[in-house]
């Protein structure tokens, strides 16, 4: 276990991930605040009309969150009442989460240890009939191998790859989050992409408690309160407000992955010559993510926050976590590669608006900590 700093003990302490804001998001949320129309309307049309644009999807649907986008698209795929999703552990909760929304079984599969993404030889292993769908996340936005993909459906986790070119591009849906530290953010939300109007029509309903028509598709003939209801949904929607954030940054994300990118190649240049890993290249760059040895990973997380600096760990397996009722050293013997590298990883602050002596910071922090 890590040390625990008292809050302000140390003053402000360097972020781990932050969002990026300019007059371009103010402005753009100001002119919906104005328009009178906050929720679902034009706004988030244009939102999704652009953002399928970006990543070379024909339809996009924005909704709440990434976690309600992986659960629709799992959700519109599920024709079953028992079954399983392969998913690695080595990622946050919601891919586990939205299976056991659906009844599913998790079932977790190792991962490449130079990729920290599925290892697709571990995932055809486990496919077989009772196989619902696959989610691989492209950890850190590296492209995950999905050679797979023509046997199984597959849900792509796009959480970290706003960015990664070809993500969301061999799965039959993809999930995107714009949590207010991802590549483009809203303050929070979700989109899933897909070439397939239907199962993109569906859960435009579904995520709209049901509803055939929203509001604003109605209030464009007028005001009709008619609507039917075929089957029962959510209310995990996207909104206007939200929407014009997301396009305010859509339009800025080159220029913010840019710097990503600098960021990462300063690290990348720094420290080269200490006892670490060095991350796998990103198509993304949403994290900065070093190895050391499992002795010394917690040791250095304590001497970062006493310099005011907050690094990470992406991620503590699942099978850490009660609710998935397993076992570690059961979890641990199945997938070692997985159980090797969480004990190693640290994340780095990395984020648009991390400024050069700030990184500075860190990186004499981590050369203080290796030659003493």
């Known amino acids: 276990m890590t040390k625990k700093i008292k809050s302000g003990a140390f003053g402000k302490f360097i972020k781990l991930l932050g969002p990026s804001s300019s007059k371009e998001e103010i402005s753009a949320v100001t002119k919906v605040l104005k328009s009178g129309w906050w ?23 924005a909704l709440n969150s990434c976690t309600a986008a992986l659960h629709l698209s799992l959700k519109v795929l599920n024709k079953r009442k028992r079954g399983k999703v392969i998913l690695p552990a ?87 989050s714009f949590h207010p530290v991802k590549n483009v953010a809203t303050g929070d939300g979700g989109m899933v992409t897909t070439d397939d109007k239907g199962l993109a029509d569906r859960i435009r309903k579904l995520g709209w408690l ?7 598709d ?35 994300v080159k220029k913010l992955n840019k710097r990503r990118k600098e960021i990462a190649a300063r690290y990348t240049r720094e420290l080269k010559e200490l006892p670490v890993t060095l991350p796998p290249r990103s198509g993304s760059w949403h994290l900065y993510v070093i190895r050391v040895g ?59 608006d991390l400024t050069y002596d700030q990184q500075g910071e860190v990186i004499r922090a981590l050369k203080k900590f290796f030659s003493s």
């Not at 049901?210 to 604003?216: A, E, K, R, V």
């Open 90 to 176: 080595f990622t946050f909760v919601s891919d586990a989460a939205v299976a056991i929304y659906e009844g599913l079984k998790v079932e977790f599969a190792d991962i490449d240890e130079k990729t920290y993404c599925l290892d697709p030889k571990k995932v055809k292993e486990k496919i077989d009939k009772d196989t619902v769908a696959v989610i691989p996340v492209h950890y850190g936005g590296r492209l995950a191998d999905i050679d797979y993909a023509g046997k199984v459906s597959v849900i792509e986790d796009c959480a970290h790859a706003v960015g990664t070119r070809g993500a969301g591009t061999r799965g039959i849906l993809a999930a995107w």
């Open 218 to 252: 109605r209030e464009k003939k007028g005001y009709s309160w008619e609507y039917q209801i075929d089957e029962l949904g959510y209310k995990c929607h996207s909104n206007d407000i939200m929407s014009s954030i997301g396009l305010a940054q859509l339009r800025r």
């Open 39 to 61: 929720g679902l309307g034009p706004v988030t049309e244009e939102f999704e009309k652009e953002f399928a644009d970006f990543v070379g999807a024909k339809y996009a649907v």
């Open 210 to 216: 049901g509803i055939d028509q929203s509001t604003y």
């Open 294 to 352: 499992k002795r010394v990973r917690n040791k250095l997380v304590d001497f970062l926050r006493e310099k005011r600096i907050s690094p990470g760990v992406h991620y503590k397996p699942l099978y850490y976590y009660p609710v998935f009722g397993m076992g570690v050293s059961e979890a641990a013997r199945k997938l070692p590669v997985t159980h090797k590298v969480w004990q190693e990883v640290l994340s780095l602050p990395i984020y648009p």
